[in-house]
């Protein structure tokens, strides 16, 4: 299971960084430089949020031995 995550989170880091400037160059030149960084800082923000809001942190005990 472990190495799927990994495998998938590679996969998915070699997309974002193939795609990205494509993506940010597409919107700079469509509607100004200012706007693939506020739009970045709008997804970052949201996510921010979302990961404060809704994910719990599951804490454990550990033992001594």
Known sequence: REGMIFGLDSSVAG???????????????????????????????SGTLVVILWVREKTRELGHA
């Open 15 to 45: 997309l974002a960084n193939a795609i990205g400037p494509m993506a940010g160059a597409s919107i700079a030149a469509g509607l100004g430089l200012q706007a693939p960084f506020i739009l970045s800082t709008a997804v970052l923000s």
